[in-house]
């Protein structure tokens, strides 16, 4: 058999970014810790976006009552059509903007997207941070997959289709031996492999998914061995 070194990384993972600004006003889970899918990671101070959110709610409770006050004018023939179709417009543009504010206020809470684990933080604490930038990671380690260079020589009959990969898989019986339990194997499988060797070393990349071993602790780097 041969051995090779790799790094380990999640299968799944985010960075997770606001999609409003703000200050954050609280990280709710700690790196490290495991998370449910919708659990809140994260708050910003939601104070700006309540108070635009009961200012849109007021002026559509107002559009509402002009709607209907129009309304009841053109089916009393006392107003013509387009008046009330002008209020009814006027509602749903505030309805709409009622619709955009609520999504705001709902956005300064940043939630889990899947079950897993709060990687990292990115920005400290009380940090006023920009939509869209990234603030911290979660990843699934669940499912974890492996990342190898394997010598060209190790490689002949390399072929690279998905149906090639699970004969390789068969072929070669990968098996993972982590750093932290060096005693015990985890069997692995092929899911990708690269084309074109790297021209300096003449190494393909190849990326190797196993499941996650129970109540263990895995490192980002573990050897792969192969039969």
Same mark, same amino acid.
């Given at each position: 058999g041969r051995e090779y070194p790799g790094r380990i990384r999640a299968v799944q993972y985010s960075e997770m970014a606001f999609e409003v600004p703000g200050r954050i006003v609280e990280f709710s889970a700690k790196e490290g810790e495991r998370v449910e899918k919708g $659990? =809140? #990671? =994260?708050? #910003?101070?939601? *104070?700006d976006y309540e108070a635009k959110l009961k200012a849109a709610t007021a002026k559509l409770d107002h559009a509402a009552t002009e709607r209907d006050r129009a309304k009841i004018l053109y089916?009393? $023939?006392?107003?013509p059509r387009s008046e009330y179709d002008l209020a009814q417009r006027f509602y749903e543009v505030q309805a709409s903007e009622v619709a955009i504010a609520k999504k705001a206020v709902e956005d300064t809470v940043l939630r889990a997207p899947f079950t897993g684990?709060? @990687? *990292?933080? #990115?920005? @400290?604490?009380?940090e006023n941070v920009q939509a869209k930038q990234p603030v911290l990671i979660v990843q699934d380690d669940s499912s974890l997959e492996l990342k190898v260079s394997v010598p060209e020589r190790d490689l002949t009959g390399r072929q690279g289709s998905s *149906?090639?990969? @699970?004969e390789i898989t068969r072929r070669i019986r990968p098996r993972v031996v982590l750093s932290s339990v060096p005693d015990r194997e985890f069997p692995a499988r092929l899911t990708e492999l690269a084309e074109v060797a790297d021209p300096t070393t003449r190494t393909f990349e190849a990326t190797f998914a196993f499941e996650q071993p129970e109540g263990t602790i895995v490192?980002?780097? =573990?050897p792969c061995s192969t039969s």
């Open positions: $659990q =809140a #990671l =994260a708050r #910003l101070d939601p *104070r089916e009393k $023939q006392v107003k684990v709060m @990687a *990292r933080k #990115l920005v @400290a604490d009380f *149906r090639d990969l @699970a490192s980002n780097t =573990a």
